[in-house]
């Protein structure tokens, strides 16, 4: 197979971009009501949007994500494209050390494996109870309206004494010896999949942090067709968390760990079917992690039930999809599959040429009328 | 409320960055400066314990600026500053950089660095206090079917 190079159509190219803009103004002919979208209001109003940017594109920069939902009118490929073409012309100054995830700013905090946990568990912003049905009421909300929400229950809030920080449920089964010991899997180095090439078998931290960008939809059939049949993880949620965490780096006069800002993130840990971890071991429960960027939990549940898989699949060689690394972690990358997808529409004249010149000669060859 | 330097950044950055590099500009300008780490902007890798096995992980990465700097007095005085800030900004970071400095070494004008910063503290106090109230307003108490005649307590 060859590609060829082609040249014309640059007026064209232009015009298409063009075009594109004119779709996003269009709205503005002859409406002296039309604004442009404020960054702000894509920050704020879509903000499950701007969440799945940021975790797909793998930077946290809600503002540039935002902006790029603006310029590429909500389509959620395309934005995490742009995000990680900026990130690709930045310089790596630092990283972080191992951040403990248990100092989490929580603003919600569930557990299906247990009613009661330690500090409780408080629903927070979610629509799991409400009703899926449409508010109609939004489609004519004034800016009144708009702004009086936020105020009337932030009014309404009562003064609440709640600690800082929640202890892991998990630690707690761990203390039972309910969990397999941390201590044997501790790795010091974690795998950089912005600097190394997935050669396999690779090291459960490569398969976290390409699960941890990849794109939703693609993690989430995946992780499906192994909570439909094919596969046997049959999570419980110990336990999930939506929060801020604390970025802390070395301060560079003091040397001490500094808050150097916060992101918002969603965790999960799952708890699966126990087995012994070796043979005539104690069997204990197995368990699977999921994280990401931003409000986004069915991603961090379906990340942490393919961990689990795959924990299984290095272990015992893979029986389903679901728990093969190479079909995992090569597949779930919104932008690889999205451009490989979309080169399907760039000009393949030389190589279809080539298709049906020997398409006519095997049909010639086969005494079939051409 | 002295809050420790390590937390003088996330006070700081409750501000406007105008706000902060109008009062970094005027602190510094009877000093001498000397950066002995160019302010920088670019991007810092955010690496976790994830919560199963506490292995190390990259999640993703951040913007980041930083600056490190030294302030000298015309009397002599020296003072080191420098921040690292989740910004995609060196401005930002040389200005918190002086800031920074300023404070920790008492250099004139510490009592409005110091002032921010407290004001500062208390606009992330607010922001905290509002997602505490998130947390207070869906704390849930499920009960098993049948053990309770309530389906909520105002408790």
Redesign the interface.
Known sequence: MSYVAIKGGGRAIAGAAAVTEYLRTEEGLGNPDAEPLEIDAILHQLRHLVDRVVSEGGVYHPQFAALAVKQSLGDTLEAAFALRAWRSTRPRLSATPPLDTSRMRLIRRISSAFKEIPGGQMLGPTPDYALRLLRLELMDESPEAFRAVARDWLENCREAQLPDSYPKVLDALRAEGLLPPVAKTRRQTAFDITREPLVFPVPRSAALATMARAETGSLLAIAYSNMRGYGDVHPTVAELRVGYLPVLLPHPVTGELAEAGEVLMTECEVVAMYAAAEPGGKPQFTVGYGACFGHNEVKAISMAILDRALQKGMQDGPANPSEDPEFVLLHVDGVDSMGFASHYKMPHYVTFQSDLDRLRTTQQKSGEPA | MELE??????AL?AHPAPDLHALAERLAAGCELRLT?LP?????????????????????????S???LELTLADGRRA?????????DAALARTL?IL?AVL?ARLPGWEDVSAQVQAGARLRAEA?????????????????LGNTGEDDDEA
């Open positions: 330097r390590k937390d003088w950044i996330r950055t780490r920088q902007a670019g991007l810092g890798l955010l690496q976790l314990a994830d919560g199963a096995f506490h292995e190390a992980y990259y999640l993703g990465e951040f913007p980041l930083t600056c490190s080191e500053g420098g921040a690292q800030v989740m910004a995609d950089a920074d920790a905290d206090r509002r997602r505490r109230a998130m947390l207070a307003a869906t704390r849930v108490d499920f009960a098993l």
